[in-house]
């Protein structure tokens, strides 16, 4: 089946540093998301990409639709101490067919 | 806009035991996609509906089921639980009209004991 690969399952970086995550299939998809999720609660959808090459930010995060349209990544640029949480890239095939999703990466922010 | 409310926040239930999850989702979203979170699997989808039919499924045991209401709102049941069935099951809202943007819930905490 499609599956997202998202590494590593943890990262932990000093606060004000630039962080990017990637995300990799060897499926093709028509979108790509990036969503958070903090401790207790469901995931924020951050950034939807619908166009292969389409770049988007969101004020400091940056993400891109992979060309091949098989991969996205995410950019947090200055981070800060609420960045922390489970960053997850989602992805869908079709109009109206169901998400999938990466298995998470977890970012730990040092003050 | 009120988000989307999941209710109950926590269950505990037995092994053997059914279980049913609600899920109201936000004003006009006709979509109602359920998913379940476990540590090792991450994000699983189970279903979703739309207008209370259900109009995608995953690839879990038919002990997973659910339904929608004609106000939009849905339920999730699991009949005879495992101990594996121990997950966060979380709900999300959507348009139901593409582009993947989907809207998620705070989720129920399930254990089986």
């Known amino acids: 089946g499609q599956q997202l690969n998202q590494s590593p399952q943890s990262m932990f970086i000093q606060e004000g540093e630039d962080v990017s995550m990637n995300c990799t299939s060897s499926s093709i998809f028509n979108t790509w998301l990036w969503y958070k999720q903090d401790p207790g609660e469901g995931p924020v959808l951050l950034i939807a990409l619908y166009k292969a090459g389409e770049l988007t930010s969101n004020g400091r995060l940056t993400a891109q639709f992979g060309i091949t349209r098989k991969d996205s990544f995410l950019n947090i640029s200055a981070s800060i101490p609420s960045d922390v949480g489970i960053y997850f890239c989602?992805?869908?095939?079709?109009?109206?067919?169901?998400?999938?999703f990466g298995k998470g990466i977890t970012l730990s922010v040092r003050p | 806009k009120a988000g989307v409310t999941q209710t109950p926040r926590y269950l505990i239930k037995t092994r053997g035991q059914q279980v049913t999850l609600s899920c109201s989702p936000i004003s006009g979203h006709r979509s109602v996609s359920w998913y379940q979170q476990t540590p090792g699997q991450g994000l699983q989808f189970l279903f979703e509906?739309?207008?209370?039919?259900?109009?995608n499924k995953g690839n879990f045991p038919g002990r997973f089921s659910g339904r929608q209401f004609s106000n939009s709102r849905s339920e999730m049941n699991v009949s005879t639980l495992e101990l594996g069935d121990s997950a966060l099951y979380l709900c999300?809202?959507?348009?139901?009209?593409?582009?993947?943007?989907?809207?998620f819930g705070s989720g129920t905490q399930l254990s089986v004991l």
């Open positions: 989602a992805a869908e095939s079709g109009a109206n067919s169901k998400l999938t």
């Open positions: 509906y739309f207008s209370e039919t259900q109009r």
């Open positions: 999300a809202s959507s348009p139901g009209t593409g582009g993947g943007k989907l809207f």
